[in-house]
């Protein structure tokens, strides 16, 4: 069951104008919270957009970017506590990895959208200018952030890289 949702989940640059509920929105954060983290620290949290002015504001953290204003249901911003764990970057990787799994067991689809040590179109901080806009305390990392909506465009299973060219058993050949 795992292998087959791993082959669907893609990520989704098109979707519809329907809206995810509510209720789907807590189903994806509440699985993120079982979400490993390093010596257990758990040290992420969201802040879950759906405003199309805020998603507008959210979307100008990333310069060269597709644009995701007008795009999707949701952006959820990943913060992790860097005063919490030594591992804060990883954590989030993990725990956005889940969100996408869950989002798209339910359906749905969603782009990870890559913001650390990246900049706005006027060459600011991403992380800087989302801290700024949504008032998040500097303690917390914003490594990426992730759209999510009813999936508007077909793309075929995903097919997994050559095993033999991949792994290495004892010395690297």
Request: with cysteine.
């Amino acid at each position: 069951m795992l292998e087959d949702l791993l082959k669907k989940r893609r990520s989704i640059r098109k979707f519809t104008d329907e809206k995810v509920t509510d209720d789907q929105i807590r189903e994806i954060i509440e699985a993120a919270l079982y979400a490993p983290s390093g010596m257990g620290k758990t040290p992420w949290e969201f802040l879950v957009l759906s405003d199309p002015e805020d998603m507008k504001k959210a979307a100008l953290a990333k310069k060269d970017q597709p644009v995701f204003e007008d795009k999707g249901s949701h952006l959820i911003l990943v913060l992790t506590d860097k005063e919490k764990s030594q591992t804060y970057i990883e954590d989030s990787a993990i725990v956005s990895f889940l969100m996408q799994e869950k989002i798209s067991e339910l359906g749905l689809g969603s782009c990870w959208i890559h913001l650390r040590e990246r900049s706005t179109p006027s060459i600011k901080d991403s992380e800087e200018y989302l801290r700024q806009t949504f008032n998040i305390p500097e303690k917390f990392a914003i490594c990426q952030m992730l759209v999510l909506g009813h999936i508007g465009e077909e793309k075929d299973d995903k097919e997994p890289a050559d095993f033999e060219s991949k792994v290495h058993f004892d010395r690297y050949k």
